[in-house]
């Protein structure tokens, strides 16, 4: 009788890719080949399957293939692991009863889009239509600029290479403005955008840092703009920095003690 774990080879194959770029983080098609030893039109294959059940991401830029969202749903149901996307919701659930807001988390996903990675809400707030892995562009809204603020100069020039787009009347179009408008946010460690992105909604974001400075997760307040103003906004923004920041250190704190 045949081995049980032969009976599905595909199956098989397909954790082997999702091994390789667990083990080797963003890797091109070829590399992804020699590490698992599977033919190349194979691979090829499995990849744009899970590219399409996003539990894999592809960079066009780069040309290269990671990990996707998916597998973070996955990876939290099956275990209770207190990984960052965790300590994430433990805190900003506390948040959330202070602001007037619903709370959602975004990744980035590729050079020009973000992904909603998950979303907090109560009932009489915005409500968010988008779904867990449902892209956005990254030019959208505060979220997007507290992500590209602290971008290296050479992907920040491949965003803005063909100008901003205007998502409604109220979008910010000018490219030096929208540059100044970077600097601001670096220098406070978070983003705001009045109807930039949607008429009546302003968000108000700010990034989560890991041990290098890279920024790994965006937190934005969504809110009804006709509740929030420059003050209100301001309190908001220093309310997420403080929580982005104790998620980064006690996500470090965590992977420390794990090793």
């Not at 408008?181 to 909604?201: K, N, Q, S």
């Not at 700010?206 to 890279?214: L, N, T």
């Not at 908001?236 to 250190?249: F, H, K, N, S, T």
Request: hydrophobic share 40%; with cysteine.
């Amino acid at each position: 009788m045949a081995d049980d774990k032969d009976r599905a080879p595909a199956v098989t194959r397909a954790f082997a890719v999702l091994g390789a770029l667990a083990q080797g983080g963003p890797s091109v098609l070829a590399d992804i080949v020699e590490t698992t030893g599977i033919n190349k039109s194979t691979v090829f294959y499995i990849l744009r399957t899970l590219t399409n059940l996003e539990a894999v991401d592809y960079d066009e830029r780069m040309r290269t293939y990671r990990l996707g969202p998916a597998l973070l749903e996955l990876g939290a149901a099956a275990s209770g692991q207190f990984g960052e996307l965790s300590l994430a919701r433990r805190y900003l659930g506390e948040l959330l009863e202070k602001l007037q807001a619903t709370i959602v988390i975004y990744r980035r996903v590729s050079t020009e889009e973000i992904s909603l990675l998950d979303k907090l809400e109560r009932p009489h707030r915005v409500r968010i239509t988008l779904q867990p892995g449902e892209r956005i562009p990254i030019q959208g809204g505060s979220f997007g600029r507290a992500f590209l603020a602290y971008e290296d100069p050479h992907s920040l020039e491949l965003v803005l290479r063909h100008g901003l787009q205007a998502f409604t009347p109220k979008s910010l179009t000018d490219v030096a403005a929208f540059r100044r408008e970077l600097e601001l946010v670096r220098e406070r460690g978070w983003a705001v955008d009045h109807e930039g992105y949607a008429l009546g909604i302003s968000t108000v974001a700010a990034p989560i840092f890991d041990a290098d400075g890279r920024v790994t997760l965006v937190v934005a307040a969504v809110v009804f703009s006709n509740l929030i103003d420059d003050d209100t906004a301001a309190e908001y923004g220093a309310q997420l920095r403080q929580v982005c920041d104790r998620i980064g250190e006690v996500s470090m704190q965590s992977r420390q003690l794990s090793r």
